[in-house]
């Protein structure tokens, strides 16, 4: 089964950053996720009940994904 795609505010999207290194957001609908697009930072944060968790301790690493492809 797909999860619903993320139904969040293009304008909240326009100023989310990475509170970790201040990049932008790209939308992962499928993983209901906003993937940092910094290469060297790469986070990959969780999007709740249509809530963006911004906590660096609940995003999720995606470096090691990409560099063993």
């Given amino acids: 089964m797909t999860p619903p795609n993320m139904n969040l505010d293009p304008d909240l999207l326009s100023i ?3 509170p970790k290194c ?3 957001f790209r939308v992962d609908d499928e993983a209901n996720e906003l993937i940092c ?4 930072c790469a986070l990959a944060y969780p999007v709740r ?11 999720r690493e995606t470096k090691e ?5």
């Fill in 49 to 59: 009940d249509e809530i963006p968790v911004l906590l660096i301790d609940e995003a």
């Fill in 22 to 24: 201040r990049s932008e």
């Fill in 65 to 69: 994904a990409a560099d063993n492809q």
């Fill in 37 to 40: 697009t910094n290469a060297t």
């Fill in 16 to 18: 989310l950053v990475c």
